[in-house]
């Protein structure tokens, strides 16, 4: 099943920029000036959560009406999820584990999955589907950078973008590791800031984000 999670564009995405922004918009109509604020500050790829009502709908909107954005969605459990976030102009798609159903909608699609795994069996069941880059989420949990490090050497080839926990202050060491590509984080869009409409302040901590090295 070697080729099956389509790694190519996915990768593309996830070596495109150190952090990918992980969103839960509350309001669709945030969804335009959020998406074209991060892209301004260096991060064009952005994972919308289906943690939301309105979260279809602002994927629908942020694919459509910002062309610089690769929208991507995030927290797809089913078969439904992957069609209505795929249907809506998803170019890739996250979620936090891996099911056979999963995989069967993925192989369907020309949209690529990135799913989640942390335990080394959840890890070898994946990479036995074709699957070499993770999510690995809970991060922090789960047991942080460290337990990442330590997975590297006995399940070489598999590559991470760990989410859950990370912020600008531990995203480094993340980084730092050679099974990690890039990082999930919600710190660059605070709820706070999102409803407050302060589009120029997330574009600064977009664009701090974008200079983190790998």
């Not at 593309?12 to 918009?25: C, H």
């Not at 969804?31 to 279809?56: F, H, M």
């Amino acid at each position: 099943m070697k080729g099956a999670q389509k790694t190519e564009p996915l990768l593309k995405v996830m070596e495109g920029q150190p952090v990918i922004p992980v969103l839960k918009i509350d309001r669709a109509e945030d969804a335009v000036p959020l998406a074209r604020a991060l892209a301004k500050g260096g991060l064009p790829a952005i994972e919308i959560t289906l943690r939301t009502p309105a979260a279809i709908e602002a994927i629908r909107r942020a694919a459509t009406e910002v062309p610089e954005a690769i929208v991507g969605a995030g927290t797809i459990l089913d078969a439904d999820h992957f069609a209505q976030a795929a249907e809506a102009g998803a170019k890739f798609i996250v979620s936090p584990g891996l099911t056979p159903q999963l995989i069967e909608a993925a192989a369907a699609s020309e949209v690529p999955l990135l799913p989640g795994a942390i335990t080394p069996s959840e890890i070898i069941a994946a990479r036995q589907a074709g699957y070499s880059l993770l999510k690995f989420f809970p991060a922090e949990q789960a047991g942080g950078a460290g337990f990442l490090k330590a997975l590297s050497s006995p399940l070489a080839g598999i590559r991470f973008c760990p989410t859950g926990g990370i912020s600008a202050k531990n995203a480094a060491e993340y980084l730092s590791l050679p099974n990690v590509v890039c990082v999930g984080g919600s710190w660059i869009a605070p709820d706070a800031l999102v409803k407050g409409g302060k589009w120029d302040e997330i574009a600064a901590l977009a664009r701090e984000a974008a200079s983190l090295k790998r």
